[in-house]
């Protein structure tokens, strides 16, 4: 019995010190790693899915052709450097902000950057309110005018990038899509259902627009001093909204009168469009941009002379010689939809070349910044006669246009 517990005992004493000696396993965090399990994936997702084939569009072949090529062959006014809208609709915010930048310079000699996100936040407010007003019949999209800024600013002021950029906390690249999705869904919900509470339905628009782009501030800091939008606008910024006005060229409304530009993106129905004679049109531009003043210009940016690579805009021989271009090729193209509003953009520069315009083109979309010079395209004269059709811009650059309809 002795030798039983000696040997239990001894037994004991040496587990216990095997056990004591064991070192402790420690745990840590990993990445996880691709194994066979999603290598198989990959395969089966490759099997199933069918090759697309790759559609070729049809261009103009500019590897022949004179074209420009750097910004410093322009004349040029100042404008902050070009810009990202992401993959937003706000290209109409993004090409009037940068106007009115300039254009507080060109006044006040102020460099200032403004907030493009602040004006489309409350843009799409109130083209929700205005949807439930109208019981659904109201367009809302992404789009817009110039002319929508000033709408805005009048009512909601405006404020700095430094306020307010729309972006969030480590959001580098603007993206409205899944938002829109959301306020788009919402509100085709509330037509079927027949929700019409105004206050409600904004109520609800606005909480989606603060989720993804945040909410725009009441009042904020800027050079040491406090304002709000309001105020900023009227204080530091020193604009005349009333001084800035839209130019168009239709046929299919009287010349030198105020006619609706009727695209849905003119979604409010303004009708304060100055309509004039396509030559008019064309030489309010030039005279413009020569005698100092930017302009946005705004219209169809599709066509087979319009190339992000070689970052030109022209109209080829097979679509129509210049010499052809006037007013009715003009409209015939607007009326058929092939001439569409796609697109706003800040027009900074010009240069002659053998008689002919060439205007420097600031753009916040995507295929500007292809390649250098990035946020840059340069648009001949018959491009801009032919597919952009508004333009807007300060009314002293257009006095004598202006004059005409006063007389009228």
Known sequence: MFKITNF????????????????????????????????????????????????????????????????????????????????????????????????????????????????????????????????????????????????????YGIVPLSAYSGLLPEQKIHDHSTMFDEMNNYLKSCKQNNIWN????????????????????????????????????????KLNLDDYIDLISILQQPYWEKVEYEVPDNWWHNKDYHNVPLDDFMDAIKNAVKNGYTLVIAGDVSEAGYDSWSKCAIIPTFDIPSDYIDENARQFRFSNESTTDDHGIHLVGYKEVDGKFWFLIKDSGAGSRNVEPKGF????????????????????????????????
């Open 377 to 408: 395209y340069f648009y001949h004269e018959d491009y801009v006669k032919l597919k952009m059709m508004t333009a807007f811009l300060h009314k002293d650059a257009v006095k004598d246009l202006m004059a005409k309809f006063i007389n009228k």
């Open 8 to 155: 239990i005992t001894t037994f004991i004493l040496i587990l216990s010190l095997q056990i004591s000696a064991q070192v402790k396993d420690k745990g840590k965090f990993v990445e996880p790693k691709e194994g066979f399990y999603q290598e198989m994936l990959k395969e089966i997702e490759s099997f199933k899915s069918k090759k697309k084939e790759t559609k070729k569009s049809f261009k103009v072949d500019f590897s022949d052709q004179k074209l420009p090529t750097s910004t410093d062959e322009f004349k040029y006014f100042w404008f902050n450097e070009p810009v990202s809208q992401g993959q937003t609709g706000t290209c109409w915010s993004f090409c009037t902000t940068s106007l009115f930048e300039s254009e507080v310079y060109r006044i006040h000699n102020k460099k200032v950057k403004l907030s493009e996100i602040f004006t489309a936040y409350w843009d799409y407010v109130e083209k929700a309110r205005r949807f439930i007003q109208e019981r659904g019949n109201s367009v809302f999209g992404e789009g817009s005018q110039p002319n929508a800024v000033v709408r805005i600013w009048r009512k």
């Open 198 to 237: 105004e206050e409600e339905v904004v109520s609800n628009i606005k909480a989606i627009l603060n989720h993804y782009i945040g909410e725009p501030p009441a009042n904020f800091e800027y050079e040491g001093k406090n304002y709000t939008p309001q105020t900023f606008l009227k204080d530091y910024l």
